[in-house]
């Protein structure tokens, strides 16, 4: 069966089954209920012994309820998926699929919250008003370049962890991709030339990451829309009004200033990190055949890759990547996002940063060493769940050095606890599932 055909059964089953279970997740209580009287303690008058407490201390509210576990998943629908901006009802669907990874993945209680509010600074007065109720907020499918306008804000204005999947969730896998990809071609990331074509909320993250994390900034190369980005490009000004985060990188990406073809942007290229539009044909073959000898070529638009992974081995390319699981070598931000969470919610993170991704990525990379690299095996896949609790342990350590944790535990202490909640989550999936309570689809 052909990618089309694949596309179109799996397309005509999702409708299906969601019309059957009408949604992917519920609220169920976690508590036992064996006669009228427990509600004398779960609610009232019991429960007003536990509002008096957090009252008088706002922070117990991440011990007395459920809030240490549960994080919002919010969007204005204005950038979903490969469907753009088609309002928060429809946008509906996705974030509930995310809850249900967060949930399967990494044991974290993830509310779908699509919002009315296109504004950005509405939209950050509405996520301010909802930081009571939440220990962290998974921001996702906004447009360009008001998601980073949000995220800035909300990083300095609240005190949970704010998350944005579409920059830092692809920016620190396409990391841990890039790591081992090195690896096997016998690079170092410094002194790497690379090539990020489509300049959106994706790449500007992942090339802000790739930098921290040790790239030569003048060895980057930005391709958007009107060419090959470089410090002298008579749009430079309008840039730095508009997207001051894209004129950043202007400023200090192609220290050769290379510029003209975007296509000589591709000569002696290393790497080429395309997440533009869904393809194929948007990479053609005879731009990966400028590139040197075991070029990386992450071609990450979905649901249909910038180039087909055969025709860029066609062309030259040594290592390929995609964002579509049934190709090999998948960068999938679901193998990043509910470890993130389950580290920053397990020592109660007040924010998550750069550092925080970088170890994550680290990890990832280190997992699949482990396994055993080759061309077709740069990361780990979303069955091996064994390095989610790895990631966890890490990212909370890592927030623990950095004096953002609100708890302090050995790494021993916060790798056992996230391991408990990941195996926990999953085993009650599938005790519904065996006692019929979740039945299968018919």
């Given amino acids: 069966m052909n990618e089309e055909k694949i596309t179109e059964e799996v397309s005509k089953l999702a409708l299906k089954y969601s019309l059957f279970y009408g949604g992917k997740v519920e609220i169920i209580p ?8 427990d509600f004398l303690i779960w609610y009232t008058p019991g429960v007003a012994a536990v509002s008096e407490a957090i009252k008088n201390n706002k922070e117990l509210s991440f011990d007395y309820t459920c809030r240490w576990n549960t994080i919002a998943i919010i969007t204005d629908g204005s950038r979903v998926l490969g469907l753009g901006d088609i309002g928060p009802e429809a946008s509906m669907p996705v974030m509930e699929g995310k809850a249900l990874i ?23 007065e509405v996520i301010k008003s909802l930081q009571p109720a939440f220990g962290g907020i998974n921001l996702e499918d906004i447009v360009s370049p008001k998601c980073f306008y949000i995220v800035d804000r909300l990083r300095e204005e609240i005190e949970i962890p704010v998350w944005h999947d579409d920059q830092q969730g692809t920016a620190g896998v396409t990391l841990a991709s890039l790591i081992n990809s090195l690896k096997l071609t016998g690079r170092k990331l410094h002194g790497t030339k690379i090539v990020f074509f489509g300049v959106g909320a994706a790449n500007i993250a992942s090339a802000r990451l790739i930098i921290k994390a040790g790239a030569d900034p003048g060895d980057l190369i930005l391709i958007d829309s009107k060419g090959i980005i470089h410090p002298e490009r008579e749009d430079l000004d309008e840039l730095k009004i508009k997207n001051r985060w894209k004129y950043e990188l202007a400023i200090k990406t192609n220290k050769e200033r290379i510029s003209g ?88 993170a007040k924010a998550i940063v750069d550092d925080m991704v970088i170890v994550a990525a680290e990890e990832l990379a280190k997992f699949a060493e482990e396994k055993g690299l080759n061309k077709d095996y740069i990361i780990p896949n979303m069955t091996e769940w064994e390095v989610y609790p790895r990631v966890a342990c890490k990212v909370g350590e890592k927030a623990t050095n950095l004096g953002l944790a609100r708890r302090k535990f050995s790494i021993d202490e916060i790798y056992k606890r996230s391991l408990e909640i990941i195996k926990r989550s999953r085993e009650i999936l599938s005790a519904l599932i065996k006692a019929n309570i979740i039945s299968l689809p018919r």
């Fill in 102 to 124: 967060y949930k399967y993945l990494g044991g974290v209680d993830a509310i779908p919250l699509p919002i009315n509010a296109y504004d950005p600074d509405k939209m950050i």
């Fill in 261 to 348: 073809d975007f296509i000589n942007a591709f000569d002696s290229a290393d790497v080429l990190i395309s997440a533009s539009k869904s393809g194929p044909g948007v990479i053609k073959k005879e731009w990966i055949s400028r590139m040197n000898d075991k070029a990386i070529v992450f071609a990450l638009a979905n649901p249909v890759p910038e180039i087909w992974p055969w025709e860029a081995k066609d062309a030259g390319a040594y290592i390929v990547a995609t964002g579509r699981s049934d190709f090999p070598n998948q960068v999938n931000n679901s193998l990043i996002f509910p470890s993130m969470f389950r580290g920053v919610l397990d020592v109660r």
């Fill in 30 to 37: 976690k508590v036992p209920i064996q006669c009228l009287d």
